[in-house]
C-alpha cells in the first residue's frame, strides 16, 4: 500500500467514524436510551464494565477513533473506486458481522446493544468510506 492510500484511507475512516453513528444514535432517542450507551460499550474494549461511565465514554471514544481509522486503512486497500458506496456498505456489513457477530459477543455491553441499529452504522460507515474514497485522486 502506498502513502496515498494510507492517508486517503485515514481520512475516510476519521470522517465515516465521526458521521455513521446516526442511525444508533437515532434510535436510542427514538426509543428512550441514552445516545452514549454505544460509546460506553466500546469503552469496555479499553477498560472494566465497571468503570466510571465518563472514563468508559473516553475509552469509547479513543477505541472506535482507533477501530475507525483501521478499517479505514483496510478498505482503503480493498474497494474499488467504481461504485466504492455500494461495495463500502456491503464491505460495511461484512465488518458488522467480524466486530459485532464474532469479537463484539466477548464484550457484555457490546451484545446488550440493540443489532439492528449497531448493524446500520456499521452499513452507514462502509458507505461513508466508499463515499470518501471515491472523490480522493487515489486509484486501486
Known amino acids: 500500500?502506498?502513502?496515498?492510500?494510507?492517508?486517503?484511507?485515514?481520512?475516510?475512516?476519521?470522517?465515516?467514524?465521526?458521521?455513521?453513528?446516526?442511525?444508533?444514535?437515532?434510535?436510542?432517542?427514538?426509543?428512550?436510551?441514552?445516545?452514549?450507551?454505544?460509546?460506553?460499550?466500546?469503552?469496555?474494549?479499553?477498560?472494566?464494565?465497571?468503570?466510571?461511565p465518563g472514563a468508559?465514554?473516553?475509552?469509547?471514544v479513543?477505541?472506535?477513533?482507533?477501530?475507525?481509522?483501521g478499517?479505514?486503512?483496510?478498505?482503503?486497500?480493498?474497494l474499488p473506486r467504481r461504485h466504492a458506496v455500494l461495495w463500502g456498505a456491503v464491505a460495511g456489513l461484512a465488518v458488522a458481522?467480524?466486530?459485532l457477530g464474532v469479537l463484539g459477543r466477548r464484550w457484555r455491553r457490546i451484545r446488550a446493544l440493540p443489532v439492528v441499529p449497531q448493524v446500520a452504522d456499521h452499513v452507514s460507515y462502509g458507505a461513508l468510506v466508499g463515499f470518501v474514497l471515491s472523490r480522493t485522486g487515489t486509484r486501486r
Open 1 to 52: 500500500m502506498d502513502a496515498s492510500t494510507f492517508r486517503a484511507g485515514l481520512r475516510a475512516g476519521a470522517v465515516a467514524g465521526v458521521l455513521s453513528g446516526f442511525p444508533s444514535t437515532a434510535h436510542a432517542v427514538a426509543t428512550g436510551r441514552s445516545p452514549l450507551d454505544s460509546v460506553r460499550a466500546a469503552g469496555t474494549l479499553l477498560l472494566p464494565p465497571d468503570a466510571r
Open 62 to 69: 479513543l477505541a472506535h477513533g482507533a477501530i475507525s481509522l
Open 71 to 78: 478499517w479505514g486503512v483496510v478498505l482503503a486497500a480493498l
Open 97 to 99: 458481522g467480524l466486530d
Open 56 to 60: 468508559l465514554a473516553a475509552g469509547g
